[in-house]
C-alpha cells in the first residue's frame, strides 16, 4: 500500500518508549500543538514503533499517539515492543496450547512495566490491544519508506499481502507468528527486529542487559563485507579479534543488502548513542535511547529523496 497525503512533509520519531515528556517537547519544537490532540497544520507524524515499555510513562505516551493516529495526523507501524502486547494478549487466551504459555512467560517478563501501568485499567489494555492489531508492520510513501527494523523486500511482500501490512488483524497469522521458523515467525522477526548472525564455534557475547546471547545484530546494507567487523551493528561489541575475524560464505549469503538505489528508509530499534547522522543518504536509524537519558529524535523530510544531517530533530530525556 503506498500512502500518499496532501502535506508539504513529514517528520519521522524514533522509539519513544514511555517517555511522554519527551515526546511533548519534541513535537512542541517540530510545532505542533495540542488542540485537543497533536497535530501540524502543514505536516503528518510518522512512528517507527516502540511506544510502549521500559520508561514510566507508557500510558501517557501511547495515549499521545494514538490520538494522533485516529485524529489522522500521524502514522504507527509496529515495533517489535508492541508485537509483544499484542502476542502476549493472545497467549492469555489460550487453555490448552502448552507453548503459548510458555510465550505467555517469556512476554510478561519483557512486558513488565507496561502490564504495571495497565494493570488497572483492563478495558483501555484490551482496546488498545485490538487497535494495534490493525496497524501494519511497515509502511511505504512516495519517496521513503519506514519500518522497526529491517526493510527486506521478500517479507514487505509477504507481510503486504496480508490486509494491506495488517498482519496481526490475522488470528491466523498471529497465532503461527508464535511458532518459531514459521513463515510468519520469519517475517516478523525480520521486519521487528532486523538481521542477525551466529558466532561460529559456540562463541557467545554476554550484553549489557546481562544477556548471553550466541547471535549478533547485523548490518543490512553493506555491499562487500568481509570481517564480522564490517558487519556488527548493536550497542555491544565484540572483542577486537572477533571484530577481524574474516567471514564465511556461507556467512555472506545470510546477509541481506539494502541498496544505495532504493528509496529512503527509516528504522528504530537499534539504541544508538550520541549525535543523530544518517548511516547513509538512503539509511537513518532514529532510534537513540531515549529511555536510556538519551535523545528522543526526529528526522524531518520534504520532497528530498537523500537523506541529510542537517534535518535531525531531538530533545534530550530525562533520568529516569
Not at 501540524?40 to 511506544?51: L, N, T, Y
Not at 509477504?158 to 515467525?185: K, V, W
Not at 570481517?227 to 567471514?247: A, N
Request: hydrophobic share 35%; proline share 3%; net charge neutral.
Amino acid at each position: 500500500m503506498l500512502v500518499t497525503d496532501q502535506v508539504s512533509g513529514y517528520d519521522i520519531i524514533g522509539d519513544v518508549h514511555g517517555c511522554a515528556d519527551a515526546l511533548r517537547a519534541l513535537l512542541e519544537k517540530l510545532g505542533y500543538r495540542e488542540t485537543p490532540h497533536w497535530h501540524h497544520p502543514e505536516r503528518k507524524a510518522v512512528f517507527v514503533g516502540d511506544i510502549i515499555d521500559r520508561g514510566n510513562q507508557i500510558r501517557a505516551a501511547m495515549e499521545q499517539v494514538q490520538r494522533m493516529v485516529d485524529a489522522g495526523s500521524a502514522y504507527l507501524v509496529l515495533g517489535n515492543h508492541e508485537y509483544n502486547a499484542v502476542a502476549y494478549h493472545a497467549s492469555t487466551q489460550a487453555t490448552t496450547d502448552s507453548h503459548l504459555h510458555h510465550v505467555q512467560h517469556r512476554l510478561a517478563r519483557h512486558l513488565h512495566h507496561t502490564l504495571q501501568e495497565y494493570r488497572f485499567h483492563a478495558g483501555e489494555w484490551n482496546s488498545l490491544i485490538q487497535w494495534l492489531r490493525q496497524l501494519p508492520l511497515c509502511l511505504e510513501f512516495e519517496h521513503f519508506r519506514v519500518v522497526h527494523a529491517c526493510w527486506d523486500a521478500r517479507r514487505v511482500a509477504q507481510a503486504m499481502a496480508i490486509h494491506d501490512g495488517c498482519c496481526l488483524r490475522s488470528d491466523e497469522f498471529l497465532l503461527d507468528s508464535m511458532q518459531y521458523r514459521t513463515e510468519p515467525n520469519r517475517i516478523v522477526e525480520r521486519l521487528l527486529k532486523g538481521t542477525d548472525l551466529q558466532l561460529p564455534e559456540g562463541l557467545t557475547v554476554l550484553g549489557s542487559d546481562g544477556i548471553e546471547r550466541n547471535r549478533i545484530r547485523t548490518k543490512f546494507w553493506k555491499k562487500k563485507p568481509e570481517t564480522y567487523g564490517d558487519i556488527l551493528f548493536q550497542p555491544d561489541k565484540l572483542p577486537e579479534e572477533w571484530m577481524q575475524r574474516t567471514l564465511t560464505e556461507q556467512d555472506k549469503e545470510r546477509l541481506l543488502h539494502y541498496g544505495r538505489e532504493e528509496k529512503a528508509l527509516f528504522i528504530g530499534h537499534y539504541w544508538r548513542k550520541g549525535t543523530p547522522k544518517v548511516i547513509r543518504d538512503n539509511i537513518a536509524c532514529l532510534d537513540y535511547s531515549a529511555v536510556k537519558s538519551g535523545r528522543l529524535v526526529a528526522y524531518r523530510i520534504g520532497a528530498e529523496t537523500r537523506l541529510s544531517n542537517d534535518n535531525f530533530v531531538w530533545v534530550k530525556s530525562a533520568p529516569l
